[in-house]
């Protein structure tokens, strides 16, 4: 009978050290895959922000018009008056919300939600009438500085400038066909933008950790190498958001200044979201390494007081 106990002893030890090895077989094999999804998931994020109304607003009013103008031709007076005037005209609120108004209906083209390819003089003048005091504003400081006119005619004045700004925007606003965007790319764009892609590798990273953690539940080791997984992948982030910030914008785009403005914007965005998600994976690493101390000195007392000799 007592070789009998030690063999089943023995024989629970072995079955435990199997298990055990092949958990961290599974445990290793599977946290390549979850650094990689952890560190992927910042990524699609950055990029599914990219693609929203705002951000893609900020990237058009982070071009330097005045600039763009001004470095390609010697200007004399008259015409460094009217770069101002673009600058300004571009500054305002008014073009804020033309540009917000056409992206909207740019993505409402591509998910078909809309047929309309552009804005409308129609629409460019109401939303310029919305903002006419401000226009009038800029009207004064380009035109007429501090001399006396009559208001009504500074007030016709700038609705003349209104309906030739109308005009001017109508045309050269994008439309969806300027961007010349096939369906897959659209579909991309779209799943982008609703947060698809987003989720779909959240929901990966979430089951990733599950599946590494169960590998090694025993005594909340399964907590010790989920966090170093997350600290693996928030260094990974943050050495990726590095070199992405470190690019040289004006070799790369050949010292173009568009380019370069809409790129550094970009650049910009995109590896602040990084860093961002970067923190957030070392937030988790550093939760799951408290949750590994605790649960182990937890069980630790709790197996010493089972231990205790009961005192009758």
Known sequence: EATLTTSVFVDEENMKTVFNVFGIIGASILSIF???SLVATPVVSAASSFFKTENIQEIFSSIDFSKMITSEMELDEEEEMQVQLIEDIMDSKMVE???ELTVDNMFDVMEGKSTKSRLTETEIVAVAE???DEIISIFKKNFIG?????EEYIDEMASEMIDELAASFAEMLPTTEDMGLDRETVSIISNLRNGTYFWTAFAIAAVLTVLVMLCQVMRFKGFMWISVD?????I???ILATLIKSLDLARIMDNDIMGVSIISTIVGMISGKMLKGAIILLGLGILFTVIFVVGRKSLKKKNSDMNQPVIM
């Open 236 to 238: 990974g982030t943050l």
């Open 130 to 132: 919305k903002h006419k």
């Open 34 to 36: 979850l650094v990689i």
């Open 230 to 234: 997350y600290y693996v992948a928030a």
């Open 146 to 150: 501090d001399e006396e006119i009559p």
């Open 97 to 99: 919300e033309l540009l």
